[in-house]
């Protein structure tokens, strides 16, 4: 979290900045502003006219990054509409947000993985009990004749058949992953 206001930018209206944006509505941004021009100024309500940015070329979204990890210090300015809050940054800072970023993706995709294998190892569970069979065709037909003989053809648990097929990849999917 950044506590700090980067120094510099006062006084400077045309100069471009760099600035982290809270969306509730959107996320958050990265992006190039700049501050109003006096023309623009004659344009807005006056509290408006140099606490407004004006974004300037592309932002880069990070999903991953929320507003606890905002900077902890009063924002310094806003983009026109969406309820939004924007930071002046420095260019480490925004390195620092972007690893962050990209940790959190590493993570989320790493727990993708985990959950992956899990359920895995359930379908070798399944299928070392007895529940597999050599094609689709034969597992729609087991499902079926169990919910007509166990829930006399309504509504129940239905346990799920597996191919070879579903078995091999669940085994080799696990030998690949399981360390991750």
């Known amino acids: 979290m950044i506590t700090t206001r980067p120094g510099g930018y006062e006084g400077r209206k045309d100069r471009k900045m760099l600035t982290i944006e809270y969306s509730p509505a959107h996320g958050v941004t990265i992006s190039n502003a700049r501050r ?3 023309e623009e100024k004659t344009h807005y309500v006056e509290w408006y006219q140099d606490y ?18 905002m900077p902890a210090r009063p924002a310094d ?15 480490e800072e925004a390195e620092s947000y972007k690893r962050i970023e990209a ?9 993708r993985i985990r959950k992956h294998v899990e359920e895995c190892k359930q379908i070798v569970e399944a299928c070392e009990h007895g529940y597999i069979v050599d094609n689709e065709e034969q597992a729609k037909r087991r499902a079926t004749e169990y919910n007509n003989v166990h829930n006399e053809g309504g509504e129940g648990y239905v346990p799920t058949w597996y191919t070879h097929s579903n078995y091999k990849d669940a085994l080799a999917y696990i030998a690949e992953n399981e360390n991750k």
């Not at 407004?52 to 990890?69: C, K, N, T």
């Not at 940790?103 to 727990?111: F, Q």
């Open 36 to 38: 109003l021009n006096e």
């Open 103 to 111: 940790e959190r993706v590493k993570e989320e995709e790493l727990e």
């Open 77 to 91: 300015g806003e983009f026109q509409g969406c309820n939004n809050q924007a930071w002046i940054i420095t260019e």
């Open 52 to 69: 407004g940015f004006i974004a300037q070329g592309d932002a880069i979204e990070l999903p991953h990054i929320g507003w606890e990890d």
